[in-house]
């Protein structure tokens, strides 16, 4: 029952059908906060939190979006596993042996990342675990059924992000919000800020919005929308850039939508820095147990 229908009851009923209808109501509430509860958090051996992404459907792209966000359409998600926060610089110098962010801080994300090192990343973190690295590293090419780190495709990440909401932000449509969830250029103060400290989205997720722009396994094409399969797409097979997807701490808040597309060259492996603005997170196949 809605506010509506209920205060019009409440006007004309007994007070003992009011009280019914009170009751009614209230555990409608309560069930529907147990449903948007977040997963439960799992920690792997290397010390990173992540939860499971549960399957499902959702509406991809945007109507409001640019050309390269449209056509809205639906894509099937398989469940997965993502990091809670984006990779820390302090996570990442233990696996890499160095520290290669401008704002240095061990809680701060690790940023001034091009693609193929967040990729050797994912890696190191997979074999640190005794599991099979996801990337072949004279390629880049990912195995997809291995079980180890990769970066998320992109309909994971916008999937991830939502979390089952439909608006524009996971917290709604107005970005005079965006402050109270993510960092971006109206309160960054030009850096960047602790991962987590800003509160998750409902699966349980942090800085989906802002902070460091988040590499996504796929390449980049403006069109691929309009042929994206159904089903756990993981973009085109070729490309000259990688997707890019969140926004960062120096993006106005219209880049760092759910939808909004982004993307830049992946950078060679001897390539020692890329952009202050562009960090990620890992995921992992739901297959098995990520906390094992």
Not at 184 to 212: A, R, Y
Not at 221 to 242: I, L, M
Request: aromatic share 12%.
């Amino acid at each position: 029952m809605n506010r509506t229908q209920l205060a019009l009851a409440l006007l004309g009923a007994p007070w003992w059908i009011a009280l019914a209808l009170c009751v009614s109501c209230e555990k409608e509430k309560t069930h529907a906060r147990a449903e948007t509860s977040p997963p439960k958090v799992i920690r792997t051996p290397s010390g990173a939190e992540m939860v499971l992404v549960p399957a499902g459907e959702f509406i991809m792209g945007s109507a409001q979006g640019n050309d390269d966000a449209q056509p809205a359409h639906k894509v099937f998600v398989s469940a997965f596993y993502m990091d809670t926060r984006e990779g820390s610089q302090k996570s990442y110098e233990e696996l890499m042996g160095v520290n290669i962010s401008k704002f240095e801080a061990d809680d701060n994300p690790v940023e001034q990342v091009r693609w193929t090192q967040a990729a050797k990343y994912c890696n190191a973190r997979s074999l640190a675990e005794n599991l099979k690295p996801c990337y072949d590293e004279k390629t880049w090419a990912c195995d997809f059924t291995a079980n180890g780190y990769r970066l998320p495709t992109e309909a994971e990440w916008e999937y991830a992000c939502r979390a089952g909401t439909q608006t524009a932000y996971w917290f709604g449509d107005d970005a005079a919000h965006l402050k109270s969830y993510g960092w971006f250029k109206g309160n960054s103060e030009k850096k960047t800020h602790p991962v987590g400290i800003k509160p998750p989205n409902p699966w349980g997720l942090h800085d989906m919005h802002g902070n460091v722009a988040e590499w996504c396994n796929d390449f980049y094409a403006a069109d691929y929308y309009k042929s994206s399969p159904a089903k756990d797409p993981r973009g085109p097979d070729q490309g000259q850039k990688r997707v890019i997807r969140g926004g960062s701490w120096n993006s106005p808040p219209e880049k760092c939508t759910s939808f909004v597309r982004l993307s830049d060259a992946p950078g060679l492996p001897d390539v020692c820095l890329g952009y202050d603005v562009y960090g990620f997170r890992c995921v992992r196949s739901a297959t098995g147990n990520a906390g094992k």
